[in-house]
């Protein structure tokens, strides 16, 4: 259940996020990254099965997580700036891609990877 949460919520905020984004309102769609971010924290912390500071995400996430996702974290970060965030955007999205695909394994995921592809093409419309 926490899993698909994770993804759905995912999913639906990155939607929302790009939207605002191709609409030129760069603030709004940095605050929505951010929000997303949590869950990306979180489905990292599934499959590195480290759940030591679930409800507190970036807590000694330094640590705490591989330093390959961390690299991969910052990747989808970014500051006010619109190639930045388009950057970000993508690069969140790919990386929830890479991710699901190492959950699936454990868990029955209502989000599909064809899903996800039709975002990506969505992205670049």
Same mark, same amino acid.
């Given at each position: 259940e926490n899993v698909n949460f994770l993804l759905n919520n995912f999913s639906n905020q990155w939607l929302m996020g790009i939207?605002? /984004? *191709?609409?030129?309102? +760069?603030?709004? #769609?940095l605050e929505i990254l951010s929000q997303f971010q949590k869950n990306i924290l979180q489905l990292i912390r599934i499959?590195? $099965?480290?759940a030591d500071n679930w409800l507190n995400m970036t807590k000694n996430l330094? *640590? $705490?997580? #591989? %330093?390959?996702? +961390?690299e991969k974290f910052r990747t989808i970060t970014a500051r006010l700036v619109q190639s930045e965030l388009y950057d970000a955007y993508k690069n #969140? /999205?790919?990386?929830?891609?890479? /991710?699901? *695909?190492l959950i699936e394994k454990r +868990? %029955? =995921?209502?989000? #599909?990877?064809?899903? =996800? $592809? *039709?975002l990506l093409h969505y992205m670049n419309e």
């Amino acid at each position: 259940e926490n899993v698909n949460f994770l993804l759905n919520n995912f999913s639906n905020q990155w939607l929302m996020g790009i939207n605002v /984004l *191709k609409r030129g309102e +760069y603030a709004r #769609s940095l605050e929505i990254l951010s929000q997303f971010q949590k869950n990306i924290l979180q489905l990292i912390r599934i499959v590195e $099965e480290n759940a030591d500071n679930w409800l507190n995400m970036t807590k000694n996430l330094e *640590k $705490e997580i #591989s %330093p390959k996702n +961390y690299e991969k974290f910052r990747t989808i970060t970014a500051r006010l700036v619109q190639s930045e965030l388009y950057d970000a955007y993508k690069n #969140s /999205l790919l990386f929830v891609m890479e /991710l699901r *695909k190492l959950i699936e394994k454990r +868990y %029955p =995921l209502t989000v #599909s990877d064809d899903f =996800l $592809e *039709k975002l990506l093409h969505y992205m670049n419309e």
